[in-house]
């Protein structure tokens, strides 16, 4: 763990340079191709950093805060655009904006469906503190494969959302601005659109967006017309989403990558797709929400049991992270009764 400490402070250190060299140095330089090829070295470093961790949590985060957010909005800081430009008048609100998934709120004084009730927060605290416990009683070894997956997955979802919960309310407070929520209550998604593009976490489809699926529309408009275009856009999307999906899994596990996780996200890519089609040209009448909305939610579970859990689980990657979590239990215990 000290060893681990160490990485984190000598990244944290190679962040810092890297990101005042894209705001000193990489700013003055005209956008377009010099300034992405200035910012090459960049681009490598934040490739190369999730190898410096052997955690698990250290690694993920790192490869999907750096090599993937920050990477993109880095692509388009070369041509001026969003979110990194106009470029920031404080150093700490571009570096804050580039290395961590956060995006300030458009409407503060709305009262958005994004404001969720206290409750709600309470109840996945109380879920999550009893997935530690069941994993602290190595109950969960003794759980049939169907229902650890249904766990291990809800514990994902929420150790994730707690995570960016935790670095939206903090970065909120030091920047002094409010935060978008990264989720939006994914299990309520009444169709896959509004799963994706809306509830699930929504930092990526807005770097996505203007970095693949734009360019990619306005690319294949001249060819197949306005109209398929916008599905070449999409499908361009879900693939390219895919592939950094295999790229953070191949941080985490340090192995070639199956391609599984690919094909998950091309096979919702093109569900997708055919969703929009039909709601487009009104082929049938919209199911009731309820019934959406359970469909949904079964197809993500079947898809993600199939598809996107299977390499975790045969690279014991589950177990890491359940260790880690236990060993941060047993530090802040330590801590509480040290003092």
Known sequence: MEE???NLVKVCISVLISISYCYYI???????FVRLLSLLPIFIIFL???LFFSSLHFCAISAFFLTWLANFKLLLFAFDQEPLSPLPSIFSRFLCFTCFPIKTKQNPSSNRIYNKPKWVLAF???LFSSLLHLYGKNYHNTLPRLAFLSIFTIHVYIELEFILVLVGGLLSTLLGCEIEPVFNEPYLATSF???WSRRWNRMVPSV??????IPVQRFTAQLIGQNASFYAGMLATFIVSGLMHELVYFYIIRKSPTWEVTC???LHGVVTCLEIAVKRMRLCPSPHRVVSSLAVVAFMF?????LFAPQLLRYNVHKRLISECLFVIDVVKAICFAS
């Open 4 to 6: 681990e400490l160490r």
């Open 26 to 32: 990489s700013s003055k330089i005209p956008k377009g």
């Open 48 to 50: 190369l950093i999730p």
């Open 124 to 126: 996945k605290v109380i």
């Open 193 to 195: 659109q509004d799963f």
């Open 208 to 213: 996505l967006r203007p970095t693949i699926h």
């Open 264 to 266: 998950f996200f091309v």
């Open 302 to 306: 079947v898809t993600s049991v199939w």
